[in-house]
């Protein structure tokens, strides 16, 4: 019997169709299956375990989401076994310092941490460090310089000398402390000095807990000083001098994972151009440059930050 040519031409529309659906709904359900395995924390299937290496560089600002939630889905990634942190900052604001420690602690209690210090690892640098199961510094890292400062400019005797008067309205007397038109109150100097040495027991405390010393041992040697990685080590604030490929070998030995096994970066660093360091190349030659980057890292309100 003939077929007609329309019946097989519909037949065979069907069939494509019928192709076509099989397809969507086998693709719809790997990509299921890989979702909801990397959102059980295990990483891809098949991914080999592997480190990750956190550059902490500069000065650590207030808000460090972005390096807190890499810590924390590397911490959920099965295939991760361990951390290689690089620290290279003076410090910063003290509530970064403490929002970064307390991500890096959490991650070490999952899994082992390093610490590589770089040229400067102090003040809230060396805040988010303590955590590691090991830290490593060059025998001239500056590290150390446990302490807070709170610094308030006052422009008052200046305004008067050229005929300046600031009304300053506060609702209370501690309000308008401390104030850059008026000089600071003794009552005011003294409520700030309560602050400063209320985060200053904090660090202290921080330290003493993580490095596993006496907290009065930790006081003797915070008078905000810095030290060398040489002079670090013997005081018990550093492990090891070595450098970042002594760091990341411990890590491997104690990972017990091959020598050539991945490295990979995480962090806003591993996939962000750093736009101030290439302003401080544009800008090198220009006089008067380097003063405004300088300004430009200014932060507001207590600070851990080591300075020359």
């Given amino acids: 019997m003939d077929t007609d040519p329309d019946m097989l031409l519909h037949a065979t529309s069907l069939r494509r169709r019928l192709l076509v659906w099989r397809g969507g709904a086998v ?10 395995t990397w959102r059980a924390g295990g990483g891809f299937v098949g991914h080999a375990p592997h480190l990750v290496h956190l550059k902490l560089e500069g000065i650590i600002p207030s808000d460090e989401h972005e390096n807190v939630e890499a810590l924390r889905k590397a911490a959920d990634d099965a295939s991760v076994r361990g951390l290689v942190l690089e620290v290279n900052s003076p410090g910063g604001a003290v509530t970064g310092g403490e929002v970064l ?8 209690r999952r899994k082992p941490v390093v610490v590589s210090m770089g040229g400067v690892a102090a003040s809230a640098g060396y805040m988010v460090s303590v955590p590691a199961s090991r830290i490593f510094a060059n025998r001239s890292t500056l590290t150390g310089s446990i302490g807070v400062i709170l610094e308030s400019p006052d422009v008052s005797g200046l305004l008067d000398r050229v005929g300046v008067h600031v009304d300053q309205l506060v609702s209370g007397p501690m309000k308008g402390q401390p104030s850059m038109v008026q000089p600071l109150s003794p009552e005011g100097r003294e409520m700030l000095q ?9 660090f202290v405390n921080v330290v003493a807990q993580d490095r596993h010393m006496p907290v009065e041992r930790v006081k003797q040697l915070a008078d905000g000083r810095p030290y060398t990685g040489q002079q670090a080590v013997p005081l018990g604030l550093v492990d090891q001098v070595g450098s970042m490929a002594d760091a990341r070998k411990w890590l491997i030995d104690n990972t017990h994972l091959p020598d050539d096994v991945q490295v990979t970066d995480i962090g806003p660093t591993a996939t962000r151009v750093n736009w101030r360091r290439w302003f401080s190349g544009v800008l090198s030659g220009v006089p008067g440059a380097e ?17 020359l």
Avoid: P, Q, R
């Fill in 27 to 36: 693709a719809f359900f790997v990509l299921a299956c890989i979702v909801a």
């Fill in 101 to 108: 420690h307390d991500a890096v602690a959490a991650f070490a």
């Fill in 194 to 202: 309560g602050v400063i040495t209320d985060l200053y027991g904090f």
């Fill in 291 to 307: 003063f405004l980057l300088k300004e430009s890292t200014a932060l507001d309100g207590a600070v851990a930050i080591w300075k």
